[in-house]
T-cell receptor, first 114, second 114 residues
Framework: NAGVTQTPKFQVLKTGQSMTLQCAQD?????MYWYRQDPGMGLRLIYY???????DKGEVPNGYNVSRLNKREFSLRLESAAPSQTSVYFC?????????????FGDGTRLSIL | AQSVTQLGSHVSVSEGALVLLRCNYS??????LFWYVQYPNQGLQLLLK??????LVKGINGFEAEFKKSETSFHLTKPSAHMSDAAEYFC????????????FGAGTRLFVKA
């Protein structure tokens, strides 16, 4: 049982380059999330998707786009990477009928932008 | 606005002393509440959660938390700290709105002195 899988695990980009972070879950969960983690700031919600076909902005959506490709996959795209987007990115999911259940997290993607 | 506040970015206790990590949220409707722990270079692990019912919740590793609606708080405690408790702790809040929106506090790093 893989749970939530994020790819890649590490990436270095140059300023202005584009990149898509991939996330897939095999738990038949409806809701999926993207967070970024920075020292002293905790996890900040970038975008979330309550169900297939819907996405909503979180706390820090600027500079990012998302696609809920299907029920399993939720990708995060940086169109023109900036050094301020250097961070660890986490994807998470939770089941539709499980409002009281914790999120399942991926292992994270460490992204550095030079 | 919906928010989560963790008071104290760093807390230091002696081994065997009481651990108290504070979390307050802003919401007009009681949300679902979670505490997670993160060890260095690892993902997030659920410590405990509050959904409905008993306001004192017990979790793993001897931790517990009490939901106080009147104070909009969900503070985490452990009677006796152990060296292995040194980690970063995050309070998370899932609001009772559509979409399972879940946001995190900035985190509290716990140091345990021998």
């Amino acid at each position: 049982n893989a749970g939530v899988t994020q790819t890649p695990k590490f990436q270095v980009l140059k300023t202005g380059q584009s990149m898509t972070l991939q996330c897939a879950q095999d738990m038949n969960h409806n809701s999926m999330y993207w967070y970024r983690q920075d020292p002293g700031m905790g996890l900040r919600l970038i975008y979330y998707s309550a169900s297939e076909g819907t996405t909503d902005k979180g706390e820090v959506p600027n500079g990012y786009n998302v696609s809920r490709l299907n029920k399993r996959e939720f990708s995060l795209r940086l169109e023109s990477a900036a050094p301020s987007q250097t961070s660890v990115y986490f994807c998470a999911s939770v089941g539709q009928g499980d409002r009281n259940q914790p999120q399942h997290f991926g292992d994270g993607t460490r992204l550095s932008i030079l | 606005a919906q928010s989560v506040t963790q008071l104290g970015s760093h807390v230091s206790v002696s081994e065997g002393a009481l651990v108290l990590l504070r979390c307050n949220y802003s919401s007009s409707v009681p949300p679902y509440l979670f505490w997670y722990v993160q060890y260095p270079n690892q993902g997030l692990q659920l410590l405990l959660k509050y959904t409905t019912g008993a306001t004192l919740v017990k979790g793993i590793n001897g931790f517990e938390a009490e939901f106080k609606k009147s104070e909009t708080s969900f503070h985490l405690t452990k009677p006796s700290a152990h060296m292995s408790d040194a980690a970063e702790y995050f309070c998370a809040v899932r609001f009772n709105t559509g979409g399972f929106k879940t946001i995190f506090g900035a985190g509290t790093r716990l140091f345990v002195k021998a």
